[in-house]
C-alpha cells in the first residue's frame, strides 16, 4: 500500500522546477529547498513520482545509490 496514497499529484512540485541560490548560507539553501519543494518525502522528478523513505537500520543511501549505478554499468 503506497504511503502517500492520497497525495493528488496536481499537489506535487516537480524537482527540476526547484532554484537554489549558491549564494545563500547551508542553513538559507536547506530553508529554501525546504520552502519551494513543499514535501521532500514525496515529489516529482518529470513524469516520475519520488517517495523517501528510511528504514531504521537499512542501508545507507550511498551504499544504495553506489550498487544502482554498478547495476547499470553492468547492465
Known amino acids: ?22 549564494e545563500l548560507s547551508q542553513q538559507g539553501r536547506i530553508e529554501s529547498y525546504l520552502a519551494q519543494i513543499k514535501n521532500p518525502y514525496r515529489f516529482l522528478c518529470g513524469d516520475y513520482i519520488v517517495n523517501l523513505r528510511f528504514e531504521e537500520g537499512g542501508a545507507a543511501l550511498r551504499d544504495r545509490l553506489k550498487s544502482y549505478f554498478i547495476s547499470l554499468k553492468d547492465a
Open 1 to 22: 500500500m503506497p504511503v502517500h496514497s492520497q497525495t493528488d499529484r496536481a499537489d506535487l512540485v516537480d524537482i527540476m522546477t526547484v532554484h537554489i541560490d549558491p
